[in-house]
């Protein structure tokens, strides 16, 4: 090594930055004759192949500013001048702003610091620290702030509300903390999460004070409310919003009743309890619910007790037709996203600080949300039925 860098007469940290710049530079350059190469149809001398009345005109020079100074070019050019670079474009005098997007592009995507560092050193050959990176990341926090207050529209149709749970250092010890999640749909029938807030744990308490976060920002109404088993929870939205019906995520209430269901048991159990939820109507699910309740009560006693204390919560999408039903009786919607998010964050067992957690989940928020484009294909369906049940409030 030390062989090489007399070689290359390298004597300081200067001499390799200097040494870096000119890698830099000869690979931009080498990507720019490529690009033209592409654009002209034919390589450099190689006038057998070319099948174009343009040609190259020499190269101009240009100034780009990098993390190491900056780094003079000298761009390729066309006669015609119809050539359009990508790899440093026209106008563009920073590749330092390319390489920050890309940090958080992979930031987001849930990649470490060492492999983020890995991708940079092999993309640019630049060298990136752990600080830097966090340098970097850490300019999207005002951006989290922003998006955490901006204005919501006045009514959605439907919020799911959950909660993620993650380990963060706080004050020399590790504590696992909840990061509340609303996701909403509008009355165009498209979806967006509303806010993600970190709390020590999830609670009712802390469920209201994100409910009247939400209505001090506009949300006037919501329709219908999807969210799990968590005691007090709906109490906490009766009183943000008074009108909002509730309805009890039908999965997280199977999950809990056959938490402790013997495996031999499990399959006939399931089958007996589908008749409840599946049924047509409520009366017919009530129905069910009393012969599971004969069937079970001696074994499992809890879980008939269960069904029936939360069945006005349990119950509602009875009174909706399947469209409706389909969209509300599980809260799918956002546990699906918190998979999303689970992947982005697993290579994190503890994050150092609440922001260092919160910029991750907002840029894979950002990330995640970026194919959520367009409306459900049956939302004409689903908002007719909204107007009918909900006259007066949409």
Same mark, same amino acid.
């Given at each position: 090594? /030390? ?10 940290? @200067? ?5 870096? $710049?000119?890698?830099?530079?000869? =690979? ?5 004759? #490529? ?24 190269? /101009?020079?240009?100034?780009? *500013? ?7 070019? !000298?761009?390729?050019?066309? *006669? ?9 474009? $026209? ?11 890309k940090i958080l592009s992979m930031y987001a995507k849930g990649m470490t610091t060492s492999d983020? @560092? ?6 640019? #050959?630049?060298?990136? /620290?752990?600080?830097?990176?966090? *340098? ?23 919020? =799911? ?39 020590e744990n999830e609670s009712a308490k802390f469920w209201l004070s994100v409910l009247n976060g ?14 799990? #088993? ?60 009393? *012969? ?6 001696? $074994? ?22 399947? @469209? ?7 809260? !799918? ?14 290579? $994190? ?27 459900r294909k049956d939302w004409g369906i689903i908002h007719s039925q909204l107007e009918v049940f909900?006259? #007066?409030?949409?």
């Amino acid at each position: 090594m /030390s062989n090489l860098l007399q070689e290359l007469k390298v004597s300081s940290m @200067e001499d390799i930055h200097d040494l870096f $710049k000119e890698m830099i530079g000869t =690979f931009l350059e080498n990507g720019l004759e #490529g690009e033209l190469d592409e654009e002209l149809g034919y390589t450099k001398y190689d006038y057998k192949n070319k099948v174009t009345d343009n040609s190259r005109n020499g190269t /101009s020079p240009k100034k780009v *500013r990098s993390s190491y100074g900056e780094i003079d070019l !000298n761009v390729p050019r066309d *006669r015609k001048g119809e050539f359009e670079p990508e790899l440093v474009k $026209k106008q563009q005098t920073s590749i330092s702003g390319d390489i920050e997007e890309k940090i958080l592009s992979m930031y987001a995507k849930g990649m470490t610091t060492s492999d983020i @560092e890995t991708h940079i050193r092999d993309i640019y #050959g630049l060298s990136v /620290s752990d600080s830097t990176i966090s *340098r970097i990341t850490d300019k999207i926090l005002p951006l989290v702030k922003e998006w955490q207050s901006r204005p919501l529209e006045s009514v959605y149709a439907v919020v =799911f509300m959950d909660a993620i749970h993650f380990h963060v250092r706080s004050e020399g010890q590790i504590i696992k903390k909840a990061v509340y999640i609303a996701i909403g749909i509008n009355m165009e029938g498209t979806r967006e999460v509303l806010g993600m807030w970190i709390g020590e744990n999830e609670s009712a308490k802390f469920w209201l004070s994100v409910l009247n976060g939400l209505k001090n920002r506009g949300l006037e109404d919501i329709l219908i409310a999807c969210v799990d #088993g968590l005691s007090g929870f709906p109490g906490a939205i009766e009183a943000a919003y008074p009108k909002t019906e509730i309805q009890q995520c039908i999965i997280h209430q199977i999950r809990n009743s056959t938490k402790y269901v013997s495996y031999k048991d499990i399959k006939v159990l399931m089958s007996d309890l589908k008749e409840v939820y599946a049924a047509v109507d409520e009366q017919t699910a009530l129905d069910s619910l009393e *012969r599971f309740a004969d069937k079970w009560d001696g $074994k499992y006693p809890k879980i008939s007790k269960s069904w029936q204390e939360h069945w006005a919560n349990l119950s509602t999408y009875f009174k909706y037709p399947l @469209e409706v039903r389909t969209l509300i009786y599980t809260t !799918n919607t956002i546990e699906g996203f918190n998979r999303q998010l689970r992947k982005v964050t697993k290579s $994190k067992t503890v994050f150092p600080t609440d922001d260092s957690l919160l910029k991750m989940l907002y840029l894979a928020m950002m990330d995640i949300t970026k194919k959520w484009t367009g409306r459900r294909k049956d939302w004409g369906i689903i908002h007719s039925q909204l107007e009918v049940f909900f006259e #007066g409030r949409i």
